[in-house]
């Protein structure tokens, strides 16, 4: 949770959009970690996120989503993530390719890892024929004029710029990543965070408010905010404490904090505001009572599944 204000990057000229790949997501196999890392990431650096798109490993829907995005307002950061493994179901090169009409090319980097790898699996003791080889070596065929994402990892990432990449205000920059979410991490954290993210926007402000009352009974605040400070995103997000977020250009959202404040503590200091307040904590607790009573009947498996590939 951020503290009460924090000055983070606002006037979003650089946005971006995700496409998750893959189809144990879509079956309810493998739970989808990536997109939400990679939206707080964007946050820190005030890049707005405007779409997430969860599709299978199937050409015509990578293709149907990207588009969508690349047609979005521009500059436009476009991330990716999962089925660049070797499996004949990681066609996510293959697919980004052929959705740009562009060829795929071999990454002289990656193919030298690969072919690493395949020396390291021979000297096992595990021979690899032709066929073998140029399956594995699927993972360096990518799409034409890419190139690869510097990182302290091992784990390749590659971006693909469009009309000059972001750095043109009509642009777009396509990064491919792996779906192993350890690897998504450091290849965003050490390679596009430097390279892609930092210093792009201009800083905004986002404040937390925390109180003890229904959302509902500050409706009639939140309706004044909207017509007075139009700019500024609203959230409101029930808990223990309840907690009002706003964000947008400093000094908007200093004039909203100062205005939902203010009705807090009218709220706070008349004798209905303090009965509702109590009564509200009492249904709080009973209600983080009854989920802790129901923790146990659980008997799902919510393990942290990574996949080794891709």
């Not at 890892?113 to 070596?137: C, K, N, P, Y």
């Not at 990892?153 to 350890?182: E, F, H, K, M, Y």
């Amino acid at each position: 949770m951020l503290p009460p204000t924090v000055v983070m990057a606002v006037t979003a000229e650089l946005r971006a959009s995700i496409l998750v790949i893959g189809d144990e997501l879509l079956g309810g196999f493998v739970k989808d970690t990536n997109s939400g890392f990679i939206a707080e990431r964007l946050q820190r650096h005030a890049i707005p996120l405007d779409r997430v798109h969860v599709v299978p490993d199937e050409t015509d829907a990578i293709d149907e989503a990207l588009q969508a995005e690349l047609g979005r307002a521009r500059p436009r950061l476009v991330l990716t993530t999962g089925g660049i493994g070797s499996t004949p179901d990681d066609i996510t090169f293959e697919a980004v390719a052929e959705s740009l009409g562009r060829g795929l090319e071999e990454d002289p980097t990656i193919a030298r890892l690969l072919q690493g790898a395949i020396v390291w699996t021979q000297s096992m003791g595990v021979s690899m024929d032709d066929e073998a080889r140029h399956q594995f070596l699927r993972m360096a065929r990518v799409p034409a004029g890419a190139t690869m994402v510097p990182t302290d990892g091992w784990a390749p990432a590659v971006r693909v710029d469009v009309d000059g990449g972001i750095d043109d205000p009509g642009g777009a920059t396509i990064v491919i990543l792996p779906g192993v979410p350890s690897q998504t991490r450091t290849l965003v954290k050490t390679g596009l965070e430097p390279l892609l993210m930092a210093g792009r926007n201009a800083p905004w402000l986002v404040v937390e408010i925390e109180h003890g009352y229904p959302e509902s009974l500050l409706n009639p605040t939140f309706l004044r905010l909207a017509a007075a400070h139009p700019d500024v995103k609203l959230g409101s997000y029930p808990g223990a404490p309840m907690l009002v977020r706003l964000q947008g250009v400093p000094e908007q959202v200093a004039a909203a904090e100062a205005l939902v404040r203010g009705d807090l503590e009218v709220l706070d200091a008349s004798e209905g505001g303090q009965r509702i307040a109590a009564a509200w904590r009492e249904r709080l607790a009973a209600a983080t009572r009854d989920d802790s009573d129901d923790s146990g009947s659980d008997d799902s498996d919510d393990s942290d599944e990574e996949p080794t590939d891709g």
